[in-house]
DNA sequence: TCTGGGGTCCTAGGACCC
DNA sequence: TCTGGGGTCCTAGGACCC
């Protein structure tokens, strides 16, 4: 039986929730930038079309900016993952069972919930609803499988006539779009894969989806054969309602300018290390692995040493075990005249907290109500109200972040105001 | 001068064991 | 001294996504 698999994408995600609070800014061009402000992460429409890419540095497109009048805003994480989870919820009143793919964008099953030519207007009142409710725009592909899916979603944004809302369900239709569908546009072809396919001669979806699946294995192994299988119609990447728990938890930042001193590396990889710990327990989970890491500025090839790994003896979610060895990885990697650019944490071997084996002959030192009441603290009055007393006071590497907007929902003082 | 951060999955290759 | 092969487990690195 052919399936109604549908994702469900934001539109200009981090532009459109800041326009949610400034609505001037509709139809005016709007860019995001990553941390650091250095390059463009999210664009609306009028800046993709002046022909600003992805990832585009600002130092590059600054001329641009000015002369049009772009509207620049710095990344508000707060403000983004919040709006994420309206949207989610509302998406959740039309369908119960989604999957979150990422902060922008879900995945669901229309198949046992409606016959499939009520598919296509339903996706129209779900996105009404959206829009009405949480001021977000969306757009809709349908299909057979995920991939299939994307690529209506994708052909949804760009073909004004389907009104953001594509359905790929019928083959001859299909067949119809797929024949001129770029293969770097399909989902899991990145830039590699593309360049590879192109010199073969397969340069569309149509024409990948021809491919033999004994080709399609031995030149990108199953990665590539199964998605030859979905551009046929055939699922093999199943919908995941249900998701375990995280593999890994990283936090990194770049620095806001150069560092040099042995304190400031310091100060920056416990302050990256609490905000894990914090993300650990958030999620219940505790961890076996914790890798610390710096980074040079590019072409600094005279560091010798970039990582310090430790493996803990019982899974822990202490932030304070976690300091211990910020200070002995500082030690261990730290070289001076270096000129350092970014450091970070990682944490694997990632288990549930309730799932943890204690060692009969290591004393436990976790410190749960101190924790817990850490946590409670900081997030009632703002992260890192309340700190460890060995968190060296300084900010030199902290990062850019000039352009900001207010954090209007999840923050009360920095809630919108209302003019009579 | 200035180019993000947080994830997932897969493979190859080394270490080790029998 | 030289001689095998199969299995598992782990890690680093690649490729990709948003």
Known sequence: ??????????????????????????NKPVIVMSNNDGCAVARSNEVKDLGIKMGAPMFKIKDLVQRHNIHVFSSNFALYQDISCRVQNALRDFIPNIEIYSIDECFF???????????????????????N???????????????????????????????????????????RYIKHFPIENIWGIGQRSAHKLRLRGIGTAAEL?????????QLGSVVLERLVMELNGIACITLNTQPDHKQSITVSRSFGQPVYTKNDLEASLIHHCLRAAEKLRHQKLAVKHLLLYVRSHKHHTTLKKHHYHYEFPVATDDSL??????????????QPGIRYAK???????????????????????????????????????????ITSASVPHNNRWRMRQDKKSPRYTTHLD?????QA
């Open 109 to 131: 099953d229309l198949t046992d919930f409606l016959p499939p030519e009520a598919v296509t207007d339903y996706a129209h009142t779900i996105q009404k609803n959206i829009l």
């Open 133 to 175: 409710w949480v001021g977000m725009p969306t757009s809709i592909g349908i299909a057979p499988t995920k991939t299939l899916a994307k690529i209506a979603n994708h052909i949804a944004k760009e073909q004004p006539s389907f009104k953001y809302v594509c359905n790929l369900s019928d083959p001859q239709t299909r067949q």
């Open 343 to 385: 450091s970070g944490v990682v944490l694997t071997g990632l288990l549930l907290k309730k799932d943890v084996m204690n060692d009969l002959f290591i004393e436990n030192k976790t410190s749960h109500h101190l924790m817990q009441a850490l946590d409670q603290i900081n997030k009632k009055f703002g992260a890192e109200t």
């Open 1 to 26: 039986m052919t399936r109604s698999i549908c994702i469900i994408d934001c539109n200009n995600f981090f532009c459109s929730c800041e326009r949610i609070f400034r609505p001037e800014l509709k």
């Open 321 to 334: 075990q976690f300091i211990t060895h910020v200070k002995q990885a500082t030690k261990n990697l730290f």
């Open 414 to 418: 920095e809630l919108p105001t209302a």
């Open 209 to 217: 989806a021809q491919m033999p699946l004994k080709r399609a294995r």
